[in-house]
């Protein structure tokens, strides 16, 4: 069975500092990896994808993979009181029939404390 | 409309009730998915649609019926639900293209389900 793990949190991080998120997954042939971030009461917002090892950066989101350690993290510089949301990890695989479904981790809390 | 859209945005039903949820998406994409959003638990993918066919039943109770008459519509028939059925249920749509490991998947604002 697929499972992605996520720190549930809060994690709470001051205003400015760099919020590193972190996720580890099971199934060693998934291919795709996600991070959504979902405020209360909304629906997930995808922010970054990650297809290849090591490090992809849009804007103040950097994205890592490390497929060997099954490992992927999100990295937010500058972190802003709007950053304080839930953050969801996700990762499919593809099994080359056509789309795939996400599995998500429970998502880590962070909060920025201004 | 821009993105995916999904109606209604709140439903309360009893168990015997039968009712429909609607989902459209205005992306050109050619792949739709049912996701359940519980508290206290991960998202759930339920179903996958792509080209219109479906894929994916990810071992949903047949309580759920999908139907997706084309790529841009995805509906959710419900019939005689459990209290437990209450959640968050989002749609999502994504371009599948062949021999690609690119799924970025966008999702709608959700339905909010009461089953009283």
């Known amino acids: 069975q697929k499972e992605v793990e996520q720190n549930s949190g809060p994690l709470s991080v001051p205003e400015g500092a760099i919020a590193s998120l972190n996720c580890t997954y099971s199934?060693?042939?998934?291919?795709?990896f996600f991070w959504y971030r979902q405020y209360s009461g909304k629906s997930p917002e995808l922010i970054m994808s990650?297809?290849?090892?090591g490090d992809k950066e849009d804007g103040r989101f950097t994205a890592q993979l490390n497929k060997a350690s099954q490992y992927v993290s999100l990295l937010i510089r500058d972190s802003q009181p709007s950053d304080s949301a839930t953050y969801l990890c996700a990762v499919n695989v593809h099994s080359g029939g056509g789309a795939d479904g996400l599995t998500f981790g429970k998502g880590t809390h962070l909060i920025i404390q201004p | 409309e821009t993105g995916v859209t999904q109606t209604p945005r709140h439903l309360v039903m009893g168990m015997t009730n039968k009712k429909s949820l609607k989902c459209e998406q205005h992306?050109?994409?050619?792949?739709m998915y049912w996701y359940k959003q519980s508290a206290k638990k991960p998202l759930e993918l339920m179903f996958v649609y792509n080209f219109k066919e479906q894929t994916e039943n990810n071992s949903v109770p047949s309580r759920f019926s999908p139907e997706c008459p084309n790529s841009s519509h995805l509906f959710l028939h419900l019939h005689t639900l459990q209290p437990e059925d209450s959640a968050l249920y989002l749609c999502a749509s994504s371009q599948e293209v062949a021999q690609s490991s690119s799924y970025e998947q966008y999702f709608g604002p959700g339905t909010r389900l009461t089953v009283t």
């Open positions: 990650i297809y290849s090892n």
């Open positions: 199934d060693r042939g998934s291919q795709s």
């Open positions: 992306l050109g994409h050619n792949a």
